[in-house]
């Protein structure tokens, strides 16, 4: 594997990591302050509609109270009621109810005798004449009563307020109610929560939604179970952008790593590939420096490089050197043995003629035998100077001293040989 290719994958993986890891935990914290700020949505939520059930519970009951207080047609329907009702002023009082409904802004009122008979039905017109016995208790109740009532088959949950007027034997009930829909689509609309009134059976939230059940607790009235529903599509759809954009950020950051690496492995294998090829071309043939451009690690290799190779090369001249010696020694050797071979035929011819010079024979010549010594003596001492050639300086100094030392002993008895005739 080479080292650009090693680069860009330690690079890449590098910048994949490092972006995934950053990004995740953008993406963690991102979701847990957005589920932090949806469960702070949600209790404000449950905090508004408790404010405003107290704010239409207080209205409410004051409303009705003075109603029952002050209001003369109220009193006029006891006094009525305790003469007798007639047909057309029980259709009076069946409009007064939807009248004073509108009124009061009510969307159920109830005007009904201690009897539990209904004298007339704001929001259903239809009930009048009817009799309701549960209303016998709601008509003796003193001062204003609150109540939270919730759904049923064909009722609403609404907040409830009673008040009673009494005339004589007769008394005269009111109940109004205001449906907690409308209040609590108009908490959804501020807070962006879908609120309902929470059933004795759990509720299953469906896809893309997360809900929880909370107790709101109400002055006056006690507490409300409340079911708070908050869509997650929006969450869900910026948790995806954000994975989206960490993708993109990866592969974006991946490329300029990889680029980056391409280029630092250019700049780090370039000289690296210079000196390798230098270094082939020292081993093979000719060394010659290099030339580096780099960082100052490459520039301080290469000098050592530059350095090996002037080293390199000297010591290849020195070799040359010293085989074109040991070449000469060589010749020097094969030249003398070839000479000194000869040598042994003469030397024993020399010693003959001495001996015959000893014996005073008159056919040895004395010049003769001197000459001869001498040639021999010569050439011995050419021999020994051919065997001896290479060696060290000062060994060659000792050997041309030694040389000059025997040429001069052999010239001296040449000089003083007396001559003879023929």
């Known amino acids: 594997m080479t080292l650009a290719l090693r680069l860009q994958i330690a690079f890449g993986l590098l910048a994949l990591v490092a972006t995934g890891a950053i990004g995740l935990l953008t993406r963690t914290a991102w979701q847990t302050a957005e589920e932090d700020r ?102 003796v109740v003193k001062g204003p009563s609150l109540v939270v009532r919730p759904a049923g088959q064909r009722t609403k949950a609404a907040l409830l307020a009673r008040c009673s007027h009494s005339f004589g034997s007769q008394v005269i009930g009111l109940m109004g109610a205001r449906h907690l829909d409308g209040m609590l689509k108009s908490v959804e609309e501020v807070f962006d929560v879908k609120l309902s009134i929470a059933g004795t059976s759990p509720y299953v939230p469906k896809a893309h939604e997360r809900s929880r059940t909370v107790t709101v607790p109400i002055a006056g009235i006690g507490e409300l179970r409340l079911l708070e529903t908050l869509s997650t599509k929006t969450l869900e759809e910026h948790l995806a952008s954000v994975d989206l954009t960490i993708i993109l950020a990866s592969a974006a950051t991946v490329v300029v790593a990889i680029f980056l690496a391409i280029w630092m492995a250019n700049g780090l294998a370039r000289p690296l590939e210079a000196l390798a090829r230098q270094a082939g071309e020292g081993v093979s043939g000719e060394p010659r420096p290099v030339a580096v451009k780099g960082t100052r690690e490459i520039v301080a290799f290469a000098s050592a490089f530059n350095k090996a190779l002037d080293d390199l090369v000297k010591l290849r001249k020195r070799l040359a050197t010293t085989e074109r010696i040991a070449a000469r020694r060589e010749i020097a050797r094969r030249v003398a043995h070839e000479i000194k071979n000869p040598l042994a035929p003469i030397r024993a011819a020399v010693e003959t003629l001495r001996r015959l010079r000893a014996r005073s024979d008159p056919s040895f010549r004395s010049s003769s035998h001197h000459q001869d010594r001498f040639r021999v003596h010569r050439v011995r001492s050419a021999t020994g100077s051919s065997s001896h050639l290479g060696r060290s300086r000062r060994s060659r100094q000792e050997h041309h001293r030694a040389l000059r030392n025997r040429r001069r002993r052999c010239l001296a008895p040449r000089n003083a040989m007396p001559h003879h005739s023929s």
Do not use: Y
Not at 42 to 47: H, I, N, T, V
Not at 59 to 85: F, P, V, Y
Not at 94 to 117: N, P, W
């Open 38 to 139: 949806f469960d702070q949505q949600l209790a404000l939520a449950g905090k508004g509609v408790a404010k405003l059930i107290e704010g239409e519970a207080s209205q409410i009951a004051d409303l009705l109270q003075s109603t029952c207080d002050r209001n003369g047609d109220i009193d006029q329907t006891a006094m009525d009621a305790e003469h007798g009702l007639t047909a057309e002023r029980r259709l009076a009082i069946s409009q007064l109810a939807k009248d004073q409904m509108k009124a009061l802004h009510l969307d159920e009122l109830l005007v009904f005798t201690g009897t539990g008979e209904i004298l007339g039905a704001g929001h259903d017109p239809a009930a009048a004449g009817k009799v309701d016995r549960s209303l016998v208790a709601q008509a």
